[in-house]
């Protein structure tokens, strides 16, 4: 279980729950909560390339997720509360959080489809979610 609550995707009629694996929305069980999609600027294809370009190993990657991981401990000191990694795909920064911040709730959401897929087949225990961060359907309510 999360600790905010989800709001209903389209078609649903009952509120998403996280069972620590998958969510479950009624009788159905999904890897990836979907809400939106939008690919203006982006797509899967070009966030294959930037895994077959960059990988997770490129110095200015290694450096920027070292640099994220330091302002996430200055604002979590007690390495409690929610982490909510938007633009989550390929996974890299995502599994270096829930490494560092073993006991918070680490969350990860993206607008491309396939590797969040793909994510949730390789890395088991983490919320994954599908949104436009433009058209977000979390509130600060929800939070």
């Not at 389209?10 to 969510?23: D, I, K, R």
């Not at 070009?46 to 640099?67: C, F, K, M, Q």
């Not at 390495?79 to 073993?102: H, Q």
């Amino acid at each position: 279980m999360l600790p905010f609550n989800l709001p209903l995707p389209v078609g649903f009629s009952t509120a998403p729950l996280w069972n620590g694996v998958e969510f479950e929305i009624g009788d159905q069980c999904v890897p990836v909560l979907e809400y939106s999609e939008n690919f203006a600027g982006w797509s899967d294809d070009l966030t294959v390339l930037h895994e077959e370009a960059a990988g997770g190993s490129h110095p200015i990657d290694l450096a920027s997720r070292h640099d994220a991981l330091a302002q996430v401990k200055k604002c979590l000191p007690q390495g409690l509360g929610v982490v909510m990694e938007i633009g989550c795909s390929p996974g890299f920064l995502i599994k270096d959080l829930a490494s560092a911040f073993p006991n918070a709730t680490i969350v990860g959401a993206d607008v491309v489809k396939q590797p969040l897929y793909h994510l949730a087949e390789t890395l088991s225990g983490i919320p994954l979610i599908r949104f436009d961060l433009l058209q977000c359907p979390l509130s600060t309510a929800n939070l």
